[in-house]
């Protein structure tokens, strides 16, 4: 920390993201990347718009918005995309949230949240979950207060249904609420449809997981005009082309291919219901995760040996030393020949 930083800052914990190690080849089952590339299209789109890179990307993204108001079934106006979606709920939260008005949501949840309230000098209300890690619904209808919830929620991968997002939005008309749904396409229920019903709804997507784009970061905030409108006066007081010109063109190809990525993403399920199952045979408690990761704890082994046991073995997981889920791993999931690997590694560490 320099003399020059300014004192609000003092103590303040950024975001760690998780490992992208360099010195060696891993079985990478740590970020929740999708194991598969994108497709040549896709590919071959990115790479023709690598030619104009001189010119500045459409600050409007008009292409990609009418490519995404065709999947999403709402009209282009309410879709703004972003440099993924954490940027979305960065903007979110400094469009909706201050000092005095204070942001809500589940104490065991996405890293960044508690984060982007630091950051933006929000006060958090972290609502405890239930014991078996669900989130109560309840505990959000008539809160009147903003609220983000992940469905599903992460590192649990354990779902609200529609209807529960729908009572918590109905119940909370004087404030925002934030449907993070990073993980939807794996197996739970999108909101994306109670929007068009609930002006204060934000639904945000990620097409790092589901549409094989991690790494041109790519999001959306989907909500009506009104809201989208005061997201923008965030996006072009911070940063107008945030989108950049080869991921506008990937994310406008894979647009267009949406089916490919959805059998990826039931490819991805199969994989995540084999290994939960094989965990389970080895004694294993794992959530009743919907999305691409499980999350598993052993009586017989803490989280964070093996977690240390696995990457030793060149198998890379996430451990959380979150007090309350120190005990578990979050497991990203890959092919299923990556999968068989994990649970082999898995069953070798219990035995050894
Ligand atoms: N929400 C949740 C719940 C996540 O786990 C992640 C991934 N770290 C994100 C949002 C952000 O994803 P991205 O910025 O890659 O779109």
Known sequence: MSVYLNSRFAGFESYVPGEQPQDRKYIKLNTNESPFPPSQVVIDAAARAAGELNLYSD???????????????????????????????????????????????????????????????????????????????????????????????????????????????????????????????????????????????????????????????????????????????????????????????????????????????GIIAANREYTAGGLRDMGFFVTDSKSNFLFARSDKIPGVRLYEALRERGILVRHFSKKAIEDFVRISVGTREQMDQLLQAVSQILSS
């Open 59 to 265: 600050p409007e993204c008009v292409q990609l918005r009418k490519a995404a108001s065709q999947v999403f079934g709402v009209p282009a106006e309410w879709i703004l995309p972003v440099n993924g979606s954490d940027e979305i709920l960065d903007f979110a939260f400094m469009a909706f949230c201050g000092k005095d008005a204070p942001i809500a949501y589940p104490e065991i949840s996405y890293g960044f949240y508690p984060v982007l309230s630091g950051l933006h000098g929000i006060p958090a209300i972290e609502v405890p979950l239930k014991d078996d890690f669900s989130i109560d619904y309840m505990d959000y209808v008539e809160l009147h207060q903003n609220i983000v919830i992940a469905n599903p929620n992460a590192p649990t991968g354990l779902v609200l249904t529609r209807d529960q997002v729908e009572e918590i939005v109905r119940s909370n008309p004087d404030n925002v609420v934030i449907i993070d749904e990073a993980y939807v396409e794996f197996g739970g229920e999108s909101s994306i449809g109670l929007v068009e019903k609930y002006p204060n709804l934000l639904v945000t997507r990620t097409f790092s997981k589901s549409h094989s784009l991690a790494g041109a970061r790519l999001g959306f905030g989907i909500a009506q005009s009104t809201l989208i409108a005061d997201l923008n006066m965030i996006k072009y007081s911070t940063n107008p082309y945030n989108v950049n010109r080869m991921t506008a063109a990937a994310g406008t190809a894979a647009l267009g291919e949406n089916d490919y990525y959805l059998t990826n993403c």
